[in-house]
């Protein structure tokens, strides 16, 4: 079964720190997402990479940024973190194709003091 | 821009009662359309899935959605729900013409209460 997996499960950072969220999938697939889930929200996608070092903005991508310079990595950057930025963060993969289904990792909940 | 709609926030009913949650989208082209859970404490899972064909399909647990094109929704159903069922519920929308727009509705929790 495809793995998409998380590096961390719990984070805690302060305000103005740089954070790395990782995340690694063992299926060579060809879309990455990540996205933040909030109570009352949903699922809101930051951004998404449809290929290796290829990545466009969903649609909050403000005071994120994001990596893929190997095809099973995706990286989740805040370049300096806000508290409005707590929230748990889910990545996902999918094979390249709109009808594919997403696996997803369980998400790192991030807290910023 | 795409959006997805759920009608309901929160659901509670009782075991055996049926369930039906609501799901609008709104895109000019043609999608995908996903049902996806999250059981407590769990991953997202996908229940069901649409892209063609027949437009009420079957998923796991006994779940089934209809998607019905000229009210753009995409209705979740369980004729007779169990304990097991309390989760949250996410309807997801991706057009066919583009790789990366997988959007999601804001959820609806269901508790089913014994």
């Known amino acids: 079964d495809v793995k998409v997996t998380q590096s961390s499960r719990y984070l805690v950072k302060r305000t103005g720190e740089k954070v790395f969220l990782e995340c690694v999938q063992d299926m060579d697939h060809e879309n990455m997402f990540w996205y933040r889930q909030d109570p009352g929200l949903g699922l809101r996608l930051i951004y998404f990479?449809?290929?290796?070092?290829?990545?466009e903005k969903g649609d909050i991508p403000e005071g994120y940024s994001v990596s893929r310079e190997k095809k099973e990595r995706f990286s989740l950057i805040l370049e300096s973190a806000s508290t409005n930025q707590t929230s748990m963060y889910l990545c996902?993969?999918?094979?390249?194709?709109?009808?594919?289904?997403?696996?997803f990792g369980s998400g790192t909940q991030l807290s910023v003091l | 821009a795409q959006s997805v709609s759920q009608h309901n926030h929160h659901v509670i009913l009782s075991e055996a009662a049926s369930l039906e949650l609501g799901c609008n989208y709104s895109?000019?082209?043609?999608?995908?359309l996903f049902w996806y859970v999250q059981y407590p404490g769990q991953h997202l899972q996908l229940l069901l899935k649409?892209?063609?064909?027949?437009?009420l399909v079957k998923g796991i647990k006994g779940f089934e959605a209809e998607f019905i094109k000229s009210k753009f929704s995409f209705n979740l159903r369980k004729p007779s729900v169990q304990w097991s069922d309390t989760a949250e519920y996410f309807c997801?929308?991706?057009?066919?013409?583009?790789?990366?727009?997988?959007?999601f509705g804001a959820g609806t929790q269901v508790v089913v209460t014994p």
């Open positions: 990479s449809y290929d290796v070092k290829m990545k």
């Open positions: 895109y000019g082209g043609t999608v995908n």
């Open positions: 997801a929308v991706t057009p066919t013409d583009s790789w990366g727009k997988f959007q």
């Open positions: 996902a993969s999918r094979q390249g194709a709109t009808n594919e289904k997403l696996f």
């Open positions: 649409y892209f063609s064909g027949d437009p």
